[in-house]
């Protein structure tokens, strides 16, 4: 339909949280959707693309600045069909324009802000910008104009600009380097390129903003596994160890934010992320099955809890983040107001001798560590002994007073990839620490996405909400990252049918998102056709489709013995190859997955007269607790056929056994889970 003025609320009825918040806006908003592309075609005007997600502090400020008001949005209708995203709604869409603005800028962000032709082609970019020209930025408004009378004045040069920009994305094909998999020289390159990057005296890599290397971490201890290098664990060790002590862990309630804006971890960027407590969550507990480490085992028990505890939805999925911002109480959104503690506040919570115990042990400052006279609270290295009970009373009460605040906002959306890593990680907690409870979580989540995010046909949907299921289609990473959970699952529970929803998954990987030579691509070759089809290996802030399809492929391989699988996880390994010794912080998932290539992975099986026998869980508990890299565990009776592993596998003298393979050569079965631990030490 033509424009016309009065605004048309088309997101009320969207499952994302991000389009909701708009919902009620000014701006006559539209949903990515052809109709949108149809409208601005029929007007003769161009698109404007916001793209951003629930959780996003800047994303927030730009909403109240720029799309609440009312004159900002009437000149928004009048000259543009605007286009709401939620980019973990839509990764493909992000993608693609995130890489259009990051060639053009150097650099990008969210919110996203892109100027599309009618026929989805970028001519203009930028990220945030402000209600009035501030720090060499322009004003929203001027922005807005300035498009405007370039598509009014000089249309054939916008549409030129724009056609050569698409067809620029369109040619960039990643270089696939190889077809076999690094080898140890690039794994040496690789740690040594680490080593330059690693900040020694705080731990991490790089300068601020510092984010948690999660995916760096598990290439760390499977590389120190498999060659005993101590600067590797000591990396690893190190890196752990600040960020648990620092503000971006939850002192109180467990749990890490999304990252730290200085180079010590002291103030976090307060976000809470499903994908980064499911992942460090994980990392945590490798970390204690590597050391031993008191404070690892604590760390990765309270993220579980914290996941469990505070995005666990009543479907039984995980919500994807906790916001940023939240009620200060004085009707102001502050960044951090939930989670920040003013000398004062201690006080009036404690009392004043635990007040003064509490600010020393946290490192609450009169000065604070954050804005206003307010800190965030940390474990800072200091000497002396603390009464362990008067400090867990201390912290249970300032919990209690913590939770009268106002909450942040929960984006309860339940995204497939990061309930594949929340399953993997609390299925792997549960077992290494005996709570079942958690084990029981991941199994609720996996339920889930099999009932409501996989059709039929095991397609797979990127995301519910109260038990809605969306209507984007899964990407890549969702495809690899359920099928890693549900692999994790076989392992820990014994039971097969996870291994076969994984293969379903995979099966899909091997024949929607890969190319005759190998290469993968983030969205299916049956997907929405965008300007460019998105594939990029490289590890963000979580692993990367292509390197998250290369390690459950690897693993679905051992589990069974297919070829194929096999055989595509060594193909898509060749990128590693290429980019381990360049660019090793960039790839750490590829690099983890390369370790358990060289190493085998090892297969491991374990039988039993029942799954609970005392000597059963004895054997399968040390199988789960061995460091091997990316070492697969199959459970079960001799008469047991859900698992491959565990055909033709017998008791030996009548008592469990484990046996122990790896490239078509088997050790001697051992009833010993002493012996079974050193086949499996690395």
């Not at 503000?247 to 180079?263: C, E, K, M, T």
């Not at 509490?358 to 400052?365: D, E, L, M, P, S």
Request: charged share 25%; hydrophobic share 40%.
């Amino acid at each position: 339909m033509p424009w016309e003025s009065g605004t048309v609320n088309r997101l009320a009825h969207e499952t994302s949280p991000y389009l909701l918040q708009h919902a009620e806006n000014p701006v006559d908003w539209w949903p990515w959707s052809d109709e949108a592309f149809d409208e601005a075609r029929e007007r003769g005007v161009p698109v404007l693309l916001s793209v951003g997600y629930s959780s996003c502090h800047w994303c927030h400020v730009m909403a109240h600045e720029s799309f609440e008001d009312d004159a900002t949005a009437s000149y928004m209708n009048e000259h543009f069909v605007s286009i709401k995203v939620d980019r973990e709604e839509r990764p493909d869409v992000d993608a693609v324009y995130m890489e259009a603005v990051q060639a053009a800028t150097g650099h990008g962000g969210w919110p996203m802000t892109v100027f599309l032709t009618p026929d989805a082609e970028p001519f203009y970019f930028g990220t945030y910008f402000p209600p009035a020209p501030r720090h060499g930025m322009p004003s929203f408004r001027q922005v807005l104009e300035g498009v405007r009378q370039a598509w009014a004045d000089r249309r054939d040069e916008v549409n030129e600009v724009a056609g050569k920009i698409a067809r620029d994305l369109a040619q960039r094909e990643i270089s696939y380097g190889d077809t076999r998999a690094p080898g140890e020289e690039e794994l040496a390159q690789a740690l040594l390129g680490l080593t330059r990057e690693y900040d020694a005296q705080r731990g991490g890599f790089g300068g601020a903003p510092k984010f948690p290397p999660s995916m760096v971490i598990e290439f760390l201890l499977r590389h120190h596994a498999r060659t005993g290098s101590e600067g590797a664990l000591q990396m690893a060790h190190d890196t752990c160890e600040r960020m648990a002590r620092g503000g971006i862990y939850d002192q109180l309630g467990g749990g890490f934010a999304r990252y730290s804006v200085d180079r010590d971890w002291v103030v976090p960027h307060f976000e809470k992320m499903l994908y980064d407590n499911a992942l460090l969550c994980r990392e945590y507990a490798h970390l204690w099955r590597a050391t031993g480490s008191e404070l690892a085992r604590r760390v990765a028990l309270e993220t579980a809890d914290f996941m469990v505890r505070e995005l666990r939805t009543a479907e039984g999925g995980f919500a994807s983040a906790l916001d940023a911002d939240s009620d200060d109480g004085r009707g102001r959104h502050v960044e951090g107001a939930y989670y920040v503690w003013t000398p004062q506040q201690l006080r009036e919570a404690l009392g004043a001798d635990d007040a003064e115990l509490a600010a020393q042990y946290f490192g609450v400052t009169e000065e604070g560590t954050f804005e206003h006279g307010s800190s965030v609270l940390q474990l800072p290295q200091q000497e002396g002994v603390f009464d362990a009970q008067r400090i867990e009373s201390i912290r249970r009460r300032l919990l209690d007073r913590r939770a009268e605040r106002p909450a942040p906002g929960r984006d309860d959306k339940v995204v497939a990839a990061w309930n594949g890593l929340a399953i993997a990680a609390l299925a792997e907690t549960g077992a290494y620490f005996d709570r079942p409870d958690l084990v029981d979580a991941a199994l609720g989540a996996a339920d889930l996405l099999v009932r409501l995010h996989l059709d039929e046909h095991a397609r797979l949907a990127r995301t519910s909400k109260d038990g809605r299921v969306g209507a984007n289609a899964g990407v890549l990473e969702d495809y690899a990252d359920v099928a890693e959970g549900f692999l994790a699952l076989a392992s820990v529970t014994g039971e097969g049918v996870w291994l076969e929803f994984a293969g379903f998954l995979l099966d899909h990987v091997l024949t929607r998102f890969t190319d005759d030579s190998g290469t993968l691509y983030d969205t299916a070759a049956d997907a929405e056709k965008l300007i460019r089809r998105p594939q990029d290996p490289t590890d963000n802030a979580t692993p990367s489709g292509w390197t998250a399809a290369a390690g459950a492929l690897l693993s679905y391989a051992a589990q069974t013995g297919s070829e194929p699988h096999r055989a595509a996880a060594e193909r898509a390994s060749g990128v590693v190859k290429a980019l381990g010794p360049r660019v090793p912080r960039f790839i750490g998932w590829g690099l983890a997955v390369a370790e358990a290539l060289l190493d085998g992975p090892r297969e491991v099986a374990i039988v039993g007269p029942a799954l609970d026998d005392p000597a059963t869980r004895a054997l399968h508990r040390t199988a789960l607790l061995g460091t091997a890299p990316g070492a697969v565990v199959a459970i079960g009776t001799p008469e047991s056929d859900e698992l491959p592993l565990l055909v033709d596998r017998i008791l030996v003298d009548d008592e469990p056994t484990a046996y122990v393979c790896r490239n078509f050569t088997c050790d001697a079965p051992t009833t010993d889970p002493e012996r079974l631990r050193t086949a499996l030490s690395g």
